[in-house]
């Protein structure tokens, strides 16, 4: 790896985006993995039952909601030297780790007994969570100490972004492949081998990065995770709800898990059972994934001329369009009926596209709001109950969907011989997912969310007077006319700007 030295570090680089790319592709090979085919290997192949793993399921993902900050306290209070420095170091073991515990959480014991399933889901479970969180929260936070430009820290964001989406797509299209036989069933084997090549593909790319990464900025001086606070839960949740802008932004989020991504088990099943054509289950979410990928270069021309808000207005329209196209459509189980799932899941990335790529900065301008309402930012409280009820929603929707599709006939024993009245089941339950998705997304959007483009504008305005007049202020007090002087100019400039800048 290379050495964390201080002097003489090259220029930022393209070499430093596509190293930064390349860890977020080795986090995803093994992400993807796991949230593409971790429900039918333990129901179908597993034979977990339907009850039991949306029960154990619930389990171990209240657990992730409380592993990210409880391994990023443990980070900041690791004050030892290491060789090649603490990020680094950490997100190698996080990198090794994944690859074993992946594994381990895909061993293929199909007749092991059911107490005995049920302890090897909880356990490799929470130790692929804690190893995918011991590399992956280091290596969010690892663009603090890249570099300390706020451009660059944003290509590095942008770039981490295209990592990611590579990481991703490449499983979702070779699995299907790999792992279903040719009556669509699962081979629980085959996945153990998908599990090892991911797993040493994934570390390979990790290895690349960190072997790649300058580091410029001194370690200690970063910290990955708040500093602990007395903290008044019920005070907190009451200030969240105050803020319109907030709470809007995180009722689109859960819309978006609750419905969409907590679709995945019954769309495997649809495609298993319905389209009786699995293999191409991940050509086809390709395609339904390209209009984003067309879409991106075009957001920032978009949010300059209409603004945030308006652009995902727009784009969970076309969403809840899209997703009733799948009500309304012949989608009949056969191939004609793939081209018409294939054309309403267009329409709904297409519309998805906008809101995916700008939903962070919604909640950036809610932050503002927070303190243009209330007088005071709240970031970490904000942040905190928003990425709360977004992993709430990533938990309770797969177990939710896993419990309806029990109670409308799914079988997991039975696994791609599933009854055509199940199957065709499952075909309106992807369909109500999809189209729930949207039309929350877009009633939230429309509706609660409450920051415009002209809004937004006033808002940057008078923040931007605000704290000028707080800089002048300070300085007054300090007895330093220069000082006031020069803050003067700077809130002048800041007023300037914000009145200039209607897109932010």
């Known amino acids: 790896m290379e050495e964390t030295v201080q002097t003489k570090t090259r220029p930022f680089g393209m070499r430093d985006k596509l190293s930064y790319a390349a860890g977020d592709l080795g986090c995803n090979m093994s992400f993807a993995l796991k949230s593409s085919i971790m429900a039918l290997f333990w129901m179908q192949f597993m034979l977990l039952g339907e009850t039991l793993y949306a029960t154990l399921l619930l389990v171990v993902q209240i657990w992730d909601a409380i592993n990210d900050p409880l391994l990023g306290s443990m980070f900041d209070a690791d004050k030892r030297q290491y060789k090649h420095g603490k990020f680094k170091s950490y997100i190698f073991v996080g990198a090794v780790g994944l690859l074993f515990s992946g594994l381990f959480f895909f061993l293929p014991l199909p007749n092991a007994d059911t107490w005995l399933k049920g302890i090897l889901f909880v356990l490799g479970y929470v130790l692929w969570d804690a190893f995918y969180t011991i590399a992956n929260v280091p290596y969010g936070s690892m663009m603090s100490v890249i570099t300390e430009n706020g451009s660059e820290r944003a290509q590095l964001s942008t770039w981490r972004s ?133 879409f991106m270069p075009f957001i920032k ?52 596209g906008f809101y995916t790529c700008v939903s962070w900065a919604l909640m950036a301008d809610a932050i503002d709001y927070n303190e243009w309402k209330h007088g005071a930012k709240e970031e970490g409280t904000v942040y905190s109950l928003h990425s709360f009820f977004r992993k709430l929603a990533q938990g309770v929707g797969p177990s939710l969907v896993v419990l309806i599709m029990a109670a409308l006939g799914y079988n997991s024993e039975l696994g791609a011989n599933q009854t055509l009245e199940v199957a065709t089941n499952m075909r309106w339950l992807v369909a109500g997912l999809y189209a729930f998705s949207g039309i929350a997304m877009f009633l939230s959007i429309t509706f609660i969310y409450n920051l415009d483009k002209k809004k937004v504008a006033q808002m940057s305005a008078e923040l931007a007077r605000r704290r000028g007049t707080k800089v002048v202020e300070e300085a007054e007090e300090a007895e330093a006319p220069e000082t006031v002087e020069e803050a003067a100019e700077e809130a002048a400039e800041a007023v300037e700007e914000a009145e200039k800048s209607d897109n932010e």
Not at 274 to 292: C, D, Q
Not at 305 to 312: A, F, L, M, T
């Open 162 to 294: 295209i990592g990611s989406m590579v990481g991703n797509i490449l499983p979702m299209v070779l699995l299907p492949m790999i792992v279903y036989d040719e009556a669509d069933n699962l081979i629980g084997k085959n996945v153990f081998i998908a599990a090892l090549v991911m797993g040493v593909i994934g570390l390979i790319f990790f290895i690349l990065m960190l072997k790649t990464t300058t580091i410029r900025v001194d370690e200690s001086m970063v910290k990955i995770s708040e500093p602990k606070q007395k903290f008044n839960v019920f005070k907190a949740m009451g200030n969240f709800m105050k803020n319109r802008a907030a709470v809007g932004a995180t009722v689109a989020a859960m819309a978006m898990f609750i419905g969409m991504n907590s679709s995945t088990t019954a769309t495997a099943v649809l495609f298993q059972s319905y389209f009786h054509n699995a293999k191409i289950s991940g050509i086809i979410m390709l395609i339904s994934y390209l209009p984003m990928f067309l």
């Open 301 to 352: 021309k978009i949010v300059d001329k209409w603004g945030k808000k308006e652009g995902c207005v727009v784009g969970a329209g076309v969403s809840a369009f899209g997703g009733l196209l799948l009500f309304i459509l012949p989608i009949t189980p056969n191939m004609t009926g793939i081209v018409f799932y294939v054309i309403a899941q267009l329409f709904f990335g297409l519309g998805l």
